[in-house]
């Protein structure tokens, strides 16, 4: 089976919104046409509305023909009927809805934005699904005509690509932004088991690290949410057993619960303030009706001194669930202080002249040190407001122990949402 072609370079203007800071760049951009796997739908493979799945790819070239860079694309979940029924009809819910997108960031081909991944095999799996590709649901809905079948999705492209030539990659990588990287984490060694013995394999989870904590009314919401995807998708069967074994599968749709026995390298990319999670799972749907949330989701230095405080105490439990992975090498961590979801996919949050900075290294210099055994890399920002590494100027990172407290316990997660921002009582 043959790779594919590249198909063109074009001009990308892009202008996003991380916290209050405004990052616009100009390059060039390798824009990638879509691979459909029409033959998958004979497993059951299928996005949500049942058409056939899909993915991005641009083949390796020189020194990176051997290497596989796979990297799962973000969007969220669907957790119930109606909801998925919304999605249905968009790029997140069918194939038929893609077409072409450029590839930047860690899926960039030039070399001076993306030094060390530059020639690799890049494929970007396409998110149709809304289960993080875990979902597994043998019927189809009688009265929507939904279809939940992530699991089968992540098979299929697996086998498709191996058949490309995967089979024989000496370096693979899998990645994936915000829900996929969830899905990066809950797949992670089934990707390691899909290859060679002898290559070099490992995992990246940008924006994935989703903590199961209480919002400030001190309800239980993202965990609620989580057990609806993880029921309506019927995910049990595809997450970790090391897990499900022990605990409600809900309750393992959360990285702390899986990642201790994960034993595929894992890079974790997350910014401390999280802003998807700061929004939708800290300050979760109907707790801000008046409104006293809203400057300070939006841009964290507008927060008062309470909210301010439950958001330090957001990044303590993020920073106690991180402690789970233990102190190996073959775990890299870079937590910036930045207000942030997803870094890689960007050029100028990856690897820019003004990208955020941790031990005066870009993203992808840390990334790359850590897949290539160079050094450990275990990089955990300040608290804010030393956020300066979102604008790459002058900051102090702080001394992270992973090891246990004074009495003798491993250091775990709290919940931030038991205590509620002076101004709403």
């Known amino acids: ?3 594919w072609n590249k198909r063109q370079t074009g ?3 892009v202008v996003i919104f991380v916290g209050v800071i405004i990052f616009g760049g100009t390059g060039n951009g390798l824009v990638v046409d879509l691979t459909v796997l029409e033959a998958a739908t004979a497993t059951g493979a299928v996005c949500l509305d049942g058409s056939p799945p899909a993915y991005h790819a641009a083949p390796g070239f020189g020194a990176g023909t051997n290497s596989w860079l796979v990297h799962i694309e973000g969007g969220g979940w669907c957790h119930n009927i109606s909801n998925c029924e919304a999605r249905r009809a968009g ?3 069918s194939s038929r809805a893609m077409g072409s997108i450029p ?3 860690i899926l960039s081909d030039r070399i001076e934005l993306n030094p060390e991944f530059y020639n690799w095999n890049k494929v970007k799996i396409a998110y149709c699904d809304g289960s993080s590709l875990t979902g597994d649901v043998e019927s189809v809905d009688p ?3 939904l279809h939940f079948r992530g699991a089968r999705i992540f098979a299929a492209v697996m086998e498709d690509l191996h058949q490309r030539g995967m089979k024989h990659a000496e370096n693979a990588l899998l990645s994936g932004c915000s829900a996929g990287g969830l899905a990066a984490i809950l797949h992670c060694d089934r990707f390691r088991e899909l290859l060679p013995s002898a290559a070099r394999v490992k995992c990246l989870s940008d924006g994935g690290f989703f903590l199961n904590v209480r919002d400030i009314a001190g309800s239980e919401y993202i965990k609620n949410y989580f057990s609806e995807i993880v029921t ?6 595809s997450l970790p057993s090391s897990c499900t074994s022990k605990m409600s599968p809900a309750l393992c749709f959360f990285p702390q619960n899986v990642v201790t026995k994960i034993s595929t390298p894992l890079f974790v990319l997350n910014a401390a303030y999280d802003s998807w999670q700061i929004r939708n799972a800290l300050v979760s749907p109907g707790t801000d009706a008046a409104g006293v949330w809203r400057d300070c989701v939006s841009d964290p230095s507008l927060c008062d ?3 301010l405080e439950v958001l330090q105490e957001f990044r303590a439990a993020f920073l106690g669930a991180l402690r789970g992975l233990g102190v190996s090498p073959a775990v890299g961590l870079f937590v910036n202080s930045c207000f942030a979801h997803c870094q890689t996919e960007l ?4 690897h820019f002249q003004d990208s955020p900075l941790l031990e005066n290294k870009t993203i992808a210099s840390a990334v790359a040190d850590w897949f290539y055994d160079r050094r450990a890399v275990k990089a955990v920002d300040c608290p804010f407001p030393c956020d300066s590494t979102c604008r790459s100027t002058p900051h102090v990172t702080e001394a992270f122990d992973f090891g246990v407290d004074s009495g003798g316990e491993s250091l775990s997660a709290g919940g931030p949402g038991d205590r509620r921002p002076h101004n709403n009582g």
């Open 1 to 3: 089976m043959e790779r």
């Open 11 to 13: 001009v990308i203007v």
């Open 91 to 93: 790029r997140l819910g």
């Open 103 to 105: 590839f930047s960031g």
């Open 143 to 145: 009265v929507s005509k």
């Open 232 to 237: 309506t998708h019927g995910s049990a069967k």
């Open 305 to 307: 001194d309470g909210q």
């Open 347 to 350: 050029s100028e949050l990856w």
